[in-house]
T-cell receptor, first 117, second 115 residues
Framework: AQTVTQSQPEMSVQEAETVTLSCTYD???????LFWYKQPPSRQMILVIR??????QNATENRFSVNFQKAAKSFSLKISDSQLGDAAMYFC??????????????FGTGTRLTIIP | DAGVIQSPRHEVTEMGQEVTLRCKPI?????LFWYRQTMMRGLELLIY????????DSGMPEDRFSAKMPNASFSNLKIQPSEPRDSAVYFC?????????????FGPGTRLTVL
């Protein structure tokens, strides 16, 4: 079974600085999808960024980017120019590529990010 | 679109009572997922449907839990009888299509407290 590990339960960063959240996963598949979700205090789960394993180029969405290291099975999230609104729980998630309906996401345990004004 | 709608947002009940959580997916989406979030176990998938048919219910903790999707616009998750260890936030999510990124859109969750 696939597992997703987030080894940092909590992180903090000064406003406007850069922070990196770590995620590793275990799979025997060669193609799959990886996601970072944000959960602010409102509880709403919001997709931040996504990456398909066969694409070597790291995904970027504005201030958010990933460092995808397939061989190391590592998928870290970098947040640049941190803002107060970035404070949230961040979850890394994995999903297989399938044409047979296996759409389930496997989540890590989350990293709570605090932004220091 | 209003997004995924869940009701109620908060539910407090006593042990032994039946609890029903409701979800309306985004119109046109053909996948619906029920997740549970607890401090101890994190986010875990309970069950998911494709075109109203349950595909994988291996995450349903026990027979006290059941989920149905009678049509494309509605699903419910029932717990009968409820126990204090069922206290959690329950999320419903929906997505469209098979393969590809198929982003799952989450509802705001229902916080269930069983006393």
């Amino acid at each position: 079974a696939q597992t997703v590990t987030q080894s940092q339960p909590e992180m903090s960063v000064q406003e406007a600085e850069t922070v990196t959240l770590s995620c590793t996963y275990d799979t025997s598949e060669s193609d799959y999808y990886l996601f970072w979700y944000k959960q602010p205090p409102s509880r709403q789960m919001i997709l931040v960024i996504r990456q398909e394993a066969y694409k070597q180029q790291n995904a970027t969405e504005n201030r958010f980017s990933v460092n995808f290291q397939k061989a190391a099975k590592s998928f870290s999230l970098k947040i640049s120019d941190s803002q107060l609104g970035d404070a949230a729980m961040y979850f890394c998630a994995y999903r297989e590529v399938s044409n047979f309906g296996n759409e389930k996401l496997t989540f890590g345990t989350g990293t709570r990010l605090t932004i220091i004004p | 679109d209003a997004g995924v709608i869940q009701s109620p947002r908060h539910e407090v009940t006593e042990m032994g009572q039946e609890v029903t959580l409701r979800c309306k997916p985004i119109s046109g989406h053909d996948y619906l997922f029920w997740y549970r979030q607890t401090m101890m176990r994190g986010l875990e998938l309970l069950i998911y449907f494709n075109n109203n048919v349950p595909i994988d219910d291996s995450g349903m903790p026990e027979d006290r839990f059941s989920a149905k999707m009678p049509n494309a616009s509605f699903s419910n998750l029932k717990i009968q009888p409820s126990e204090p260890r069922d206290s959690a936030v329950y999320f419903c999510a929906s997505s469209y299509g098979t393969g590809g990124y198929n982003e799952q859109f989450f509802g705001p969750g229902t916080r269930l407290t069983v006393l």
